[in-house]
């Protein structure tokens, strides 16, 4: 995507894209990149012809999850979602591997939720964001207090370490609200 | 029995229609969804995806990149030998079914 890219496009696209977050992650990719490519190249009134063609993003979203609905005959109504399992190991990892292996548990948790199918990926991105960016600031405010002479930055740290396990049990109770399910 | 007999007919025959343009050439996501809207067998390219999806999960359809000659790369599908075999045993099967149903249920003589 270049700067040349019409205002419409973009909007377009954006919305196409939060429109498909609760789809599975390949569908969601697979059906963004069929129509970026679609769009790419085209000026903005051609895009707005083709944006018509094409329909609301909500219409498409609501094709897809509608056809993979359909596909819910394979599995009784009863069976878990996929990967249900493996999501709750993940947030297992996330919020006990934290305390067991510091740094290196709550990193490995951060990749298993990563991996997991009971979040979307902006939780995901959301999740790393979080984490990494509160134990960045720790570390930098750790550092001014400690150049300036103050006391207690290790508690500084250790607070913000608290942020893995935190996070762990806000993703385990929206996916818990949700059966699992991304 | 349902009321909405078109969309339990759309759904059943969809893939298969699927299979039959990409038998004539690979094609990309908007060039199938073009023509199976307008024959009135998907919704939107919303619809397309997940069928695509399942063909390829099935191994009846392939995807591959391909630079188009004005714009961006594409992602283009075509058929495996596999979706050539279904598609051709759906072929053997399709016109003797619609004839059989043609003869059970036959014209609607009403006024």
Do not use: N
Not at chain 1, 50 to 62: N, T, Y
Not at chain 2, 1 to 27: F, H, S, W
């Amino acid at each position: 995507m270049t700067d040349t890219t019409p205002e419409i496009t973009t909007a377009y696209l954006a919305q196409l894209d939060t429109e498909l977050d609760q789809l599975p992650a390949d569908l969601h990719r697979d059906i963004v990149t069929g129509i970026r490519e679609e769009l790419e190249g085209l000026d903005a009134e051609a895009a707005a012809a083709r944006i018509r063609q094409l329909g609301d993003p909500a219409f498409i979203a609501a094709g897809a999850r509608a056809e993979t609905v359909g596909e819910a005959p394979l599995t009784s109504p009863d069976a878990p979602p996929p990967g249900r399992t493996f999501s709750i190991v993940a947030v297992v990892v996330l919020i006990v591997g934290s305390f067991l292996v510091p740094v290196v548990g709550a990193i490995a948790g951060l990749l298993f939720v990563s991996q997991a199918r009971a979040w979307s990926r902006r939780e995901k991105a959301a999740s790393w964001l979080a984490t990494v960016g509160v134990v960045l600031l720790a570390l930098a405010a750790s550092t001014v207090m400690a150049s300036a002479g103050l006391g207690g930055t290790h508690l500084v740290v250790l607070v913000a370490y608290l942020v893995f396990p935190v996070v762990g049990v806000v993703l385990a109770v929206r996916a818990q609200r949700r059966g699992w399910h991304a | 029995m349902t009321a909405d007999v078109g969309a339990q007919l759309r759904k059943g025959v969809v893939e298969y229609c699927i299979l039959g343009l990409l038998d004539r050439e690979p094609m990309y996501g908007w060039q199938l969804s073009e023509q199976l809207v307008e024959a009135g067998l998907v919704a939107s390219i919303g619809t397309l995806y997940p069928i695509l999806g399942r063909l390829r999960a099935q191994g009846l359809a392939t995807a591959f990149d391909q630079p188009s000659a004005t714009g961006p790369v594409r992602k283009y599908y075509r058929l495996t030998p596999l979706g050539r075999d279904q598609l051709g045993a759906f072929r053997l099967q399709w016109a003797p079914f619609t004839a059989s149903v043609h003869r059970l249920i036959g014209e609607d003589t009403r006024d």
